[in-house]
Antibody
Framework: EVQLVESGGGLVQPGRSLRLSCAASGFTFDDYAMHWVRQAPGKGLEWVSGISWNSGSIGYADSVKGRFTISRDNAKNSLYLQMNSLRAEDTALYYC???????????????WGQGTLVTVSS | SSELTQDPAVSVALGQTVRITCQGDSLRSYYASWYQQKPGQAPVLVIYGKNNRPSGIPDRFSGSSSGNTASLTITGAQAEDEADYYCNSRDSSGNHLRVFGGGTKLTVL
């Protein structure tokens, strides 16, 4: 059974940093791209970032480019999102999603975690 | 980056057929995938590729595409289909980017 468990969310002040983690199990982690998708309270889904199986291709939404960094550790079956210079508009539930293909730009999001909540407020 | 446009809300009578649409330039080149999200739950993939359903998704869900428009059709809508539906596709820029539509709230009457 595929499982994705996010952690690392919490309350943080504007301008500070936070690192999210996603622990994956139930599939061969290094065969697939992985993604972060967020959902602000009462709003729709927003794709944040994706990383290919070998970290060779990475993409970011314009809203986070230059502030967020996605990475993965295939030896630990883990996905990360380093979030710097956080803003109030980054407040959201952050989902980890498994890609259905090896590269981030193709395929779909076939499994999702339950999300970790990030609140940016002073 | 690309944009995908969805109607904010659609309603359907129980047992009837409903089509939810998604428009965007990237859909001329790439298929959309569709996600169902019920309140308090994570999204679930319901349609991908030309018209494929993951295991466990009822066959009343189907997908199609024409020009810059992708569609999700529910034939014989059930009460449990009431949810938010989001389309997603590759960004037409090709820079490993992905984009979601704004979502459609489906109400089953």
């Amino acid at each position: 059974e595929v499982q994705l468990v996010e952690s690392g969310g919490g309350l943080v002040q504007p301008g500070r940093s936070l690192r999210l983690s996603c622990a994956a199990s139930g599939f061969t982690f290094d065969d697939y791209a992985m993604h972060w998708v967020r959902q602000a309270p009462g709003k729709g889904l927003e794709w944040v970032s994706g990383i290919s199986w070998n970290s060779g291709s990475i993409g970011y939404a314009d809203s986070v480019k230059g502030r967020f960094t996605i990475s993965r550790d295939n030896a630990k079956n883990s996905l990360y999102l380093q979030m710097n210079s956080l803003r109030a508009e980054d407040t959201a539930l952050y989902y980890c999603a498994k890609g259905s293909e090896a590269v981030a730009g193709t395929g779909d999001f076939d499994y999702w975690g339950q999300g970790t909540l990030v609140t940016v407020s002073s | 980056s690309s944009e995908l446009t969805q109607d904010p809300a659609v309603s359907v009578a129980l047992g009837q057929t409903v089509r939810i649409t998604c428009q965007g330039d990237s859909l001329r080149s790439y298929y959309a995938s569709w996600y169902q999200q019920k309140p308090g739950q994570a999204p679930v993939l319901v349609i991908y590729g030309k018209n494929n359903r993951p295991s466990g998704i009822p066959d009343r869900f189907s997908g199609s595409s024409s020009g810059n428009t992708a569609s999700l059709t529910i034939t014989g809508a059930q009460a449990e289909d009431e949810a938010d539906y989001y389309c997603n596709s590759r960004d037409s820029s090709g820079n490993h980017l992905r984009v979601f539509g704004g979502g459609t709230k489906l109400t089953v009457l």
